[in-house]
């Protein structure tokens, strides 16, 4: 999982494209560092105090104070197809194909020297409009770039500037052969329907933690609370375990059982070393809501947030964060706080009390091959979701080194994108680690994506 200043995790993609407005120079007041995307093949200017994020070639740029899904939020991806398109083709594509946002006809608009098209586009997500914008553009017959923009009706003013700095501080250059994985318009998936009972925000009210540096400064208890270290550095008023070099986890209880759909997790000093984030129910059950690896990030102070989209209505009172220091070198990874962000109905009491190491929930067996139709196929989501799918439907690329084979569901919600080296065609069962860059080109990776952001397929 890619992160930087902030990570967003299982998110909704709209588009497998970016949006934009109307072009224009960019503000820099608007918008900060710029950033490249090699796979991509192209530059562009983050947008100043927007949680930034590329997974699996997907920037995203999304509000501090985003409404869940709804954003606002821009979204961008680019990079090398297998077939020659022009703008009207990759414009019909991705409007025809999305459900979840009506365009108008694309206009011409030019980007960093390269004509494309640009359409506004609206719908109604519950009780809410949501407006946005599409750009599309064939940088080459074979380089594509997509922009799509949006939000909610009364923070489109606000969004719409943002979206035409960022398109004018666009450049392109010729893509990494680690072309981005096609990812199409999935079906707007929102929360559980107690959603609309309104959101709670709340700080952990207890902590404990396998090791921590002292009793009182840098304790777990100093996870507690809302976050009071205001700069990057070595600070007590965070929690650090006893070493700097170890796997360590901290345990965060909650006043008020949620159904979660954020987890907010502020890291004050050498970000980010989480490698996994479990929730525990009232009843005790875990379930697993992100794993990654150690990676460096662009700034500190460190603000990751997982964002969930459950199917199962999950009463949660506990999160556990898992560390490992071990990999970068870097020494204390130290956590301010965790804020729990999730929706309040008549929760079950609790039947039994949080516990550290709870057991992570095993999804339901497969079905045996041979009652699947020709050529379909089958594999299990496990975590907080444990979903079986089914399905037939398989889309194909390549780079220059790999063949991509992307397996996906019917609403797109789940894609799973095998990556085979095309020096190393095999027959027969082979095992696949999980997706990393630098080994795709190596032996045979593979990649799960849910509503298109990247997970870790560690089986």
Not at 290 to 310: F, K, Q, R
């Amino acid at each position: 999982m890619h992160r930087s200043i902030v990570r967003t995790v299982s998110c909704m993609i709209m588009v497998a494209a970016v949006i934009t407005s109307c072009g224009g120079g960019a503000n820099q007041d608007i918008l900060g560092e710029e950033y490249e995307s090699m796979a991509g093949g192209f530059s562009i200017k983050k947008a100043n105090g927007y949680l930034f994020q590329e997974s699996g070639g997907v920037i995203s740029m999304v509000a501090p104070d985003a409404e869940g899904e709804l954003g606002p939020m821009i979204m961008i991806m680019g990079g090398k197809t297998d077939v020659e398109k022009e703008n009207q083709a990759l414009f019909d594509e991705i409007s025809q194909q999305s459900d979840v946002m009506s365009f108008s006809k694309g206009k011409k608009l030019t980007v960093g020297g390269v004509k494309g098209l640009i359409a506004e586009g609206e719908t109604e997500y519950g009780d809410t409009k949501m407006v946005g914008e599409l750009f599309v553009a064939m940088v080459s017959p074979t380089q594509s770039f997509s922009l799509i923009g949006f939000a909610p009706a009364d923070r489109w003013k606000e969004l719409r500037p943002i979206i035409t700095d960022v398109l004018g501080s666009v450049t392109f250059f010729e893509p990494s052969d680690e072309a981005p994985i096609s990812i199409a318009v999935p079906e707007m998936a929102g929360p559980s329907a107690a959603a609309n009972d309104g959101l709670l925000f709340q700080w952990a009210s207890n902590a404990t933690a396998s090791s921590q540096y002292s009793n009182s400064e840098w304790s777990a208890l100093q996870a507690v609370g809302a976050p009071d270290v205001e700069t990057c550095g070595d600070d007590p008023k965070a929690w650090a375990a006893q070493y700097g070099d170890t796997e360590e986890w901290i345990e965060l209880t909650y006043d008020v059982p949620v159904i979660p759909s954020e987890i907010n997790i502020y890291q004050s000093y050498n970000p980010s070393q989480v490698v996994e984030v479990q929730m525990i129910d009232v009843n005790g059950d875990g379930y697993l809501a992100w794993t990654g690896e150690p990676e460096a990030v662009s700034n500190c102070p460190d603000l990751m947030t997982i964002s969930l989209d459950l199917y199962e209505e999950i009463y949660v009172d506990t999160i556990i964060i898992f560390v490992d220091q071990s990999v970068m070198g870097w020494g204390w990874v130290e956590i301010d706080a965790v804020e729990l962000v999730g929706t309040t109905s008549a929760a079950p009491s609790s039947q039994a009390g949080p516990a550290s190491q709870a057991p992570l929930t095993v999804p339901s067996s497969l079905p045996d091959p041979n009652s699947l139709a020709p050529n379909a196929f089958t594999f299990t989501v496990s975590g907080y979701e444990n979903d079986v799918v089914n399905s037939s439907l398989v889309d194909y690329q390549s780079t220059d080194e790999t063949y991509v084979v992307g397996m996906y569901n019917d609403s797109w919600r789940y894609i799973v994108s095998l990556f085979i080296p095309k020096s190393e065609i095999k027959q027969g069962s082979i095992t696949l680690a999980p997706y990393d860059q630098t080994l795709a080109k190596k032996g045979y990776t593979a990649a799960i994506y849910i509503n298109a952001f990247l997970y870790t397929a560690t089986g």
